[in-house]
Structures are given as C-alpha cells and as structure tokens.
C-alpha cells in the first residue's frame, strides 16, 4: 500500500495490522500531501492500494488521485481524521474511493471522545463493517484509559482552568528549559508490534451517541475555524514563514492553523509570550530518512500549529494577525 512518509504513527502500524506492507512515498510542501510524481514512481505489480491522508482539514487533489488509482487498478482510501466538513469538487472526503476513516477523538471536528467512523458508498464493504462477527469488543483497559486521557484533557486545557491554573506552570517550566506541553500532550507508538490481522473495534454506545448529538453544532463549529483560518492564510503575503494557500476549489475544515519555519523555536516563544499556545507538529516521518524523504523530514522539523478551536471571536484571529505580523516585519 502506498502511503505518505508524513503521517501519524498509528496510520502505518494499522495497514502492518491488516496485513499489508507500507511503501512510504514522499510529500509536498507545505501541506504535507503525498506526492503524485513520486507515487507513479513507486507503483509495482504488487501495489494494490493507495492511502491519503487530508493532514490539518485540507483535501487533497481527490480528482488526480481518483484518476490515479483507478489508471493503476488501486484501490483508493482515505485518512479524513483531521478533514470533518472538507470537501473538493463539491464532494465530500471519504467518498473518492473505497472509503474513508474519520476520527471521533477529542480534539476532532466531530467528537464523540473516542472512536471513529467509516463512509463508504461500497455496500459490500457497509455490510461487512456492520457484521458483529468481523468486530472485537474494545478492551475495557482501553475505555477507561481513553476515558481518563479526555477529562484530564478538559480538566487541564479547559476554559477556565488552564489560563488560571496551567499556562502559569508552563512559562515557569519553559524558563527552566522544560516543555511541560509537549510532555503531557506527546502521543508516541506503543513498544509493540501487533498482529497482521484486522480487528475494528466497536464504538461504546456513549461515544457513538455522543457524536450524533454533537454533529449539528460540530458544522456549524468547522465553519468558523474556516473563517479564522481563511482571515489568518489571506492577510498578507507572508514571508517569514509558510504557510498554506488558501484554495478557494478546496472547501478545508481550517480544524488547525499550520505555520512553517526554520526559526520555529524562536516563532514560537514569540507567540507564547503575546498568549498563543502554539505546537510543535505531531505528524512524523516514518522512515526519518532525508536523503530519500526530504520534504517530509522537514515538515516535521518546521510545523508549527495553533488550533483555530482556541480562537474564539474575531477579535482573537485579529490578536493573531497583528501578532504574525510583527514577526514577519522582524520583531524579536
């Protein structure tokens, strides 16, 4: 399965598990999606399918890879974990190929606090996904752990108290060298190779309920980080950093606003001390390998991003603006 070298870990340990072997392809700046030339390049006889990935709300060109797959005899998916609401060509991601996968995790556009959701127009493939004997129940030490994870989340990025409680702690640390954040929120692999057999988990009948009761407010939340997103992207011609251009044929969920920088360091103190949290990109290399990967090597080492959840007025995106633009003019 051809898949982007720029992923989330857990994307390339599912295709292992399905028992597949991954051909990593390389990406391209900034978005971070895969690279059409180098794709063609690395299909072989034994290359049956192709996995996208729509990294930060931002469709990929679906009509290419659609032709692309079909031209190969492939079977096209699609990773949408980050792309609730997008769409190109008047199409909504996950509808392109076979299917596509979308998250149900917290910090999604659609959340159900955990789990996820497949579309599919395949109806062999609906059938088989709502057959009770292909799925194993979800390990209650998973529950609760997830569980765990999603309110100590709230309780510590929430509203109130993290601007009372944690954001003071955090300059604190930051003083002395320790990024408390990155500590807390890094999400790494497990030390384990799991079987090459595929074993979809139920969703709990709260989590899924919860995402249905959540999805007419969730539309109506992607529609505003669209707006910040697109306010921020077309402010200016920014120069000091990269950052996406903003297509107007692709309808992207604007779910995290990503910024890319050499200085990335320094941009982000920057912004820490004008009150934006910002990250360091949690997407990674697989193969960490820049004499063969290098777009995808350095996106890992540049991206920056601020969740446009966080910015809630307009007031907020133009603090943002004003903030990028004293950066870019050259403040220190």
């Given amino acids: ?24 392809v390389d990406v391209t ?8 030339e180098h794709a063609v390049r690395a299909v ?10 729509h990294y930060f709300g931002r469709p990929n060109d679906l009509p290419a890879w ?22 190109i060509a008047a199409r909504s991601v996950g509808r392109w190929g076979a299917g596509g996968a979308f998250s149900l995790s917290l910090t999604k556009g659609l959340t159900g606090v955990m789990g996820g959701a497949v579309v599919s127009d395949d109806d062999a493939m609906g059938e088989w996904l709502r057959d009770a004997e292909h799925l194993a129940p979800l390990p209650r030490r998973e529950v609760v752990s997830a569980l765990a994870s999603a309110l100590g989340g709230k309780a510590l990025f929430g509203q109130a108290s993290y601007p009372a409680i944690f954001r003071p ?7 002395h060298g320790l990024d408390l954040y990155e500590r807390l929120m890094a999400e790494r692999p497990l030390d384990c190779d799991p079987p090459a057999v595929a074993t979809p988990a139920a969703l709990p009948s ?13 539309l109506a939340d992607v ?3 669209r707006q910040v997103a697109r306010r921020v992207l077309t402010a200016r011609a920014w120069r000091r950093f990269s950052a996406p251009t903003w297509e107007d044929d692709r309808i992207a969920t604007g ?15 920057f912004l820490w001390r004008r009150g934006f949290d910002t990250r360091a990109d949690y997407l990674t290399s697989s193969t960490r390998d820049p004499t063969r990967f290098p777009v995808s090597v350095q996106l890992v080492r540049e991206g920056l991003y601020l969740p446009t959840r966080s910015l809630r007025h307009d007031d907020d995106a133009t603090r943002l603006i004003h903030a990028l633009t004293a950066w870019d003019d050259g403040a220190a």
Avoid: I
Wanted: include cysteine.
């Fill in 169 to 175: 702690l955090q300059g604190l640390a930051a003083v």
């Fill in 29 to 36: 700046s900034p978005h971070g999606e895969m690279s059409l």
């Fill in 1 to 24: 399965m051809l898949l982007p070298d720029y992923n989330f870990f857990a994307v390339p340990a599912m295709v292992r598990r399905a028992g597949l072997r991954p051909v990593f």
């Fill in 66 to 87: 659609h032709a692309f797959a079909a031209a190969h005899g492939l079977t096209l998916l699609e990773d949408c974990a980050h792309a609730f609401g997008a769409s």
């Fill in 255 to 269: 779910l995290n606003l990503v910024l890319r920088s050499p200085e990335r360091a320094a941009l982000r103190d």
């Fill in 223 to 225: 529609a505003r980080q």
């Fill in 206 to 218: 709260a989590c899924a309920a919860l995402a249905r009761t959540h999805l007419p407010r969730a």
């Fill in 44 to 53: 072989t006889p034994r290359t049956r399918a192709v996995l996208l990935g």
